[in-house]
Antibody
Framework: QMQLVESGGGVVQPGGSLRLSCAAS????????MHWVRQAPGKEMEWMAF????????NYADSVKGRFIISRVNYQNILYLQMNGLRVEDTAVYYC????????????WGQGTTVTVTS | DIQMTQTPSSVSASVGDSVTISCRAS??????LAWYQQKPGKAPKLLIY???SLQSGVPSRFSGSGSGTDFTLTISGLQPDDYATYFC?????????FGGGTKVEIK
């Protein structure tokens, strides 16, 4: 069964750090680009970061550039998002998503993990 | 950044109705557009990719059209399971961006 399972969310103070994980199963993880996307309460989806299948290329949203780092370990089928310098506005449900090979659409999403940044 | 303007923000419709949702990109994106369905507390589900291609397993009552800057998602013959929020996403240029969403509600 193909699935993505996120973990690592929680409550953190402003300026703190968290590392999110996304465990993949049921497909050849190393064959696809992966993304992190978030949705703040009552807000639209916001794309955060992309990593190419071989980690050769990474892209970030301006809102997290320099604070968040996307990485992956293909032989372990795991995607990470290291989040540093967290801000209140980073509060959201964070999803990992698998990119469809041909067209860039996200054909598989995890169930999401909640990050709450509060003092 | 490419802005994705989605209309309407909500629509009320009855079972069996047809519903049309529009998405306009602030710059041409060819056909690099996807549509998703999301139910409360759940992860989004891919419905349409490349503007008009139906994702495997998605009912044929869902269809997409458009290219360049103007795109449409149509649900022909609304079913009870279709009450959800729908949103578009452009995959043409980083940063990838999403529409604001359209909530389809029961009339």
């Amino acid at each position: 069964q193909m699935q993505l399972v996120e973990s690592g969310g929680g409550v953190v103070q402003p300026g703190g750090s968290l590392r999110l994980s996304c465990a993949a199963s049921g497909f050849t993880f190393g064959g696809f680009g992966m993304h992190w996307v978030r949705q703040a309460p009552g807000k639209e989806m916001e794309w955060m970061a992309f990593i190419q299948r071989d980690s050769g290329n990474k892209n970030y949203a301006d809102s997290v550039k320099g604070r968040f780092i996307i990485s992956r370990v293909n032989y372990q089928n795991i995607l990470y998002l290291q989040m540093n310098g967290l801000r209140v506005e980073d509060t959201a449900v964070y999803y990992c998503a698998k990119e469809q090979a041909v067209d860039g659409a996200f054909d598989m999403w995890g169930q999401g993990t909640t990050v709450t940044v509060t003092s | 950044d490419i802005q994705m303007t989605q209309t309407p923000s909500s629509v009320s419709a009855s079972v069996g109705d047809s519903v049309t949702i529009s998405c306009r990109a602030s710059q041409p994106i060819r056909t690099w557009l996807a549509w998703y369905q999301q139910k409360p507390g759940k992860a989004p589900k891919l419905l349409i990719y490349a503007a008009s291609s139906l994702q495997s397993g998605v009912p044929s009552r869902f269809s997409g059209s458009g290219s360049g800057t103007d795109f449409t998602l149509t649900i022909s013959g609304l079913q009870p399971d279709d009450y959800a929020t729908y949103f578009c996403q452009q995959a043409n240029t980083f940063p990838l961006t999403f529409g604001g969403g359209t909530k389809v509600e029961i009339k």
